[in-house]
C-alpha cells in the first residue's frame, strides 16, 4: 500500500496568517495515463469530509480562493494564505493513483 | 445535483455481519465511469477505504480487509450495499459511502452512518 505521511499533526494558527500542511508519498503518486491524483480534503467538527483539492493543485467549485495545492511526484503541500474561522477542522490529503486508495493521517488545524 | 446517503444498523453484536446500503441520486451506476466506494472512520481516528464498485461491476477491496466484505449494486434502485462479515469492536465507526465520477476523482461523500459494535 501506498503510506501518505502528512505534518505537522497539529496546527495552531493565528487568525490571517498562513498555513503549511506537508504530504508525502511512499512512492509516485503520477499515473500511468500522466495525471497525478493527490487530493485534499477537509473535515470540520462533526461533519463529512469536503473535497478541497483535486489533481494536486485544482480547487473545487466553491472553495475560497486562499486554498491551494502545489507539488510533485511523492511531495506535496495543501497552504492556506490566511486562516479564518471556518477551516478549523482536520486536512487529509488522499491518493487516487494506486489501489488501495490511501489517506494521510490528517492534520488538525486550530486556532491559536 | 449527486447526493449519497448511507444507511443501515447503528448497533451490532460481536460475530454478527453488518449490512450498510448507500442510496444514491445524481447518477446512474450504469454510465461509463462510475462508481461507488466505501470508507470507514473510527472515533477520533483517520480515514480508511473499504470497497469500491465500478459501473461495469468490477469490485476492488481493501486486502487486509478483503476477506470479510461483499459490495454489490441494484442499478434499478441506484444503492449500493457493503456486508462486512465477523464484526468485532474495532470496526465501530463512522461509515462513508463516496462517488466516483473518473480515474482518480473522487468528490462526494455521503453524511455518513455511526455503527458500533458491541454485545
Known amino acids: ?112 | 445535483q449527486i447526493s449519497l446517503k448511507e444507511s443501515g444498523p447503528t448497533l451490532v453484536k460481536p460475530t454478527q455481519t453488518l449490512t450498510l446500503t448507500c442510496t444514491f441520486s445524481g447518477f446512474s451506476l450504469g454510465t461509463n465511469e462510475m462508481g461507488v466506494g466505501w470508507i470507514r472512520q473510527p472515533p477520533g481516528k483517520a480515514l480508511e477505504w473499504l470497497a469500491l464498485l465500478y459501473w461495469n461491476d468490477v469490485k476492488r477491496y481493501s486486502p487486509s480487509l478483503e476477506s470479510r466484505l461483499t459490495i454489490t449494486k441494484d442499478t434499478s434502485k441506484n444503492q449500493v450495499v457493503l456486508t462486512m462479515t465477523n464484526m468485532d469492536p474495532v470496526d465501530t465507526a463512522t461509515y462513508y459511502c463516496i462517488h466516483r465520477q473518473g480515474d482518480g476523482d473522487y468528490g462526494l461523500w455521503g453524511q455518513g452512518t455511526l455503527v458500533t459494535v458491541s454485545s
Open chain 1, 1 to 112: 500500500d501506498v503510506v501518505m505521511t502528512q505534518s505537522p499533526l497539529s496546527l495552531p494558527v493565528t487568525l490571517g496568517q498562513p498555513a503549511s500542511i506537508s504530504c508525502r508519498s511512499s512512492q509516485t503518486l503520477v499515473h500511468s495515463d500522466g495525471n497525478t491524483f493527490l487530493n485534499w480534503f477537509q473535515q470540520r467538527p462533526g461533519q463529512s469530509p469536503r473535497r478541497l483539492i483535486y489533481k494536486v493543485s485544482n480547487r473545487d467549485s466553491g472553495v475560497p480562493d486562499r486554498f491551494s495545492g502545489s507539488g510533485s511526484g511523492t511531495d506535496f503541500t495543501l497552504k492556506i494564505s490566511r486562516v479564518e474561522a471556518e477551516d478549523v477542522g482536520v486536512y487529509y490529503c488522499m491518493q487516487s493513483t494506486h489501489w488501495p486508495l490511501t489517506f494521510g493521517g490528517g492534520t488538525k488545524v486550530e486556532i491559536k
